[in-house]
């Protein structure tokens, strides 16, 4: 286990419904960053947090936001859910920010949008 | 941006055989290189990890092998047991002032007793 861990497990949600997933990083790691993964593909960076701050941004649209807590918790907001938001997201933590930095899993958020 | 692929897609092997795992990127900048494994139901946990002034490094079973040149690595299973069976990821880190990572699409592996 890596104690990251988050919240819920497992959510279902109505197509234009808001969620927000939760996760909480590793004791000492400042940086948390999510990622979306679809059945049957990769993990796709979505953003990172560092020190509460937003470090870095994929290709993902606006409606994808996140916030970082002053314990490093963080939390993933999607608002206007879409069907093809169906998937996997995942929470990595890491002692920081720079490129060599081994990032540790949670085990998931998985959402499903009908 | 960074692409990585990753070959092949699923791998079938008898217990106690090798299974070997390659992915190739495409920005000569990365140097930052893990191994993920995702078991049905779970987040991806690291088994192995490799930087670029290394060109390989082992753990046990596990050995991970790196051409900068070439821009491809491989991951290198031997005496395959069955609980290595799950889907196998190798990332790349982008060069872009943070961490983040591009991953390949995976590798099942199914390692038969």
């Known amino acids: 286990e890596t104690g990251v861990t988050q919240s819920p497990t497992h959510l279902i949600k109505t197509r234009g419904q808001q969620v927000t997933l939760r996760c909480s990083s590793q004791s000492g790691h400042n940086t948390v960053s999510w990622y979306q993964q679809a059945l049957g593909q990769g993990p796709q960076f979505i953003f990172q947090?560092?020190?509460?701050?937003?470090?870095g941004r994929g290709n993902f649209p606006p409606r994808f936001s996140g916030l970082q807590f002053p314990n490093y918790s963080s939390e993933l907001n999607v608002n206007a859910l879409e069907l093809d938001d169906s998937a996997l997201y995942l929470c990595a933590s890491s002692l920081g920010a720079g490129i060599q930095e081994t990032q540790y899993f949670g085990p998931g958020t998985r959402l499903l949008v009908l | 941006g960074e692409n990585v692929e990753q070959h092949p897609s699923t791998l079938s092997v008898q217990e106690g055989d090798s299974a070997v795992i390659k992915c190739t990127y495409s920005d000569s900048a990365s140097n930052y290189f893990p191994w993920y494994k995702q078991e049905l139901g779970k987040g991806p946990q690291l088994i192995i990890d490799?930087?670029?002034?290394?060109g390989e490094k082992k753990d046990q079973r596990i050995a991970v092998t790196l051409n900068k040149t070439a821009k491809h690595f491989s991951l290198h299973i031997t005496e395959t047991q069955p609980e290595d069976s799950a889907v196998y990821f190798c990332a790349a880190s982008i060069n872009s002032g943070y961490s983040t990572l591009t991953f390949g699409k995976g590798t099942m592996l199914l390692v038969s007793p």
């Open positions: 490799i930087r670029s002034n290394v």
């Open positions: 947090y560092y020190r509460e701050e937003e470090n």
